[in-house]
């Protein structure tokens, strides 16, 4: 989703109030660090079920985070969220590395 796009012709100034609070206001306090930022959005979205889930794991791979990491917050979340949001997280998480040529390494499971 492009918030600045996808919305000019009906709320032109949405895309203002989410980079000035959300991404001005809030990401820029002090307290916890970019990736404990995004992982905290991360598990925000899953618990809700919210399809701006993707744009963040894209953030969290930015930031630093690794997709062991994401996969790792995204499961985490079973007993707290229900395996329906955890697996519409993980289909979303999957889409992207495929994307980006990125592989989660799964051997600690072997």
């Keep these: 989703m492009n918030i600045g796009a996808d919305f000019q012709d009906i709320?032109?100034?949405?895309?203002?109030?989410?980079?000035?609070?959300?991404?001005?206001?809030?990401?820029s306090r002090p307290g916890l660090?970019?990736?404990?930022?995004?992982?905290?959005?991360i598990?925000?979205?899953?618990?809700?079920?919210?399809?701006?889930?993707?744009?963040h794991i894209k953030t969290g791979l930015t930031v630093g985070l690794t997709p062991e990491e994401i996969v790792g917050c995204i499961m985490h979340l079973i007993p707290y969220t229900g395996f329906p949001s955890v697996l519409n997280a993980l289909t979303v998480a999957k889409e992207i590395?495929?994307?980006?040529?990125?592989?989660?390494?799964t051997s600690a499971f072997d």
């Design 11 to 27: 709320a032109p100034d949405l895309r203002k109030y989410v980079v000035e609070f959300a991404f001005g206001g809030i990401y």
């Design 33 to 41: 660090d970019n990736k404990q930022k995004v992982l905290t959005t």
């Design 43 to 55: 598990t925000a979205l899953v618990a809700q079920g919210k399809p701006q889930i993707g744009m």
């Design 97 to 105: 590395f495929q994307e980006q040529g990125i592989k989660v390494d």
